[in-house]
Structure formats: structure tokens, C-alpha cells
């Protein structure tokens, strides 16, 4: 049970961890984008 509830929490985090990147690389291209113009 615990093994599970572990695995969970580790999906969980790596998904916001994966979802905070692609923001932070959208809003970098973002900004380059923005001064390009």
C-alpha cells in the first residue's frame, strides 16, 4: 500500500514538474519572441 500511495505522489510530481518547465520555457520564448519585434 504504501509502495502505491509512493508512486502516486512521485506521477504527481512530476507531472507539475513537467507541466512549471514547459511554462517557464513558453514564457522565455515568449519574452525572446516579444524583443525580437
Known amino acids: ?5 509512493q ?3 512521485d ?3 512530476v507531472h507539475s ?3 512549471w518547465w514547459t ?3 513558453a ?3 515568449l519574452s ?3 524583443h525580437l519585434y
Not at 500500500?1 to 500511495?5: A, D, G, N, T
Open 27 to 29: 514564457n522565455s520564448t
Open 17 to 19: 514538474s513537467w507541466f
Open 1 to 5: 500500500m504504501e509502495s502505491v500511495v
Open 11 to 13: 506521477t504527481q510530481h
Open 32 to 34: 525572446k519572441c516579444v
Open 7 to 9: 508512486k502516486t505522489f
Open 23 to 25: 511554462r517557464v520555457v
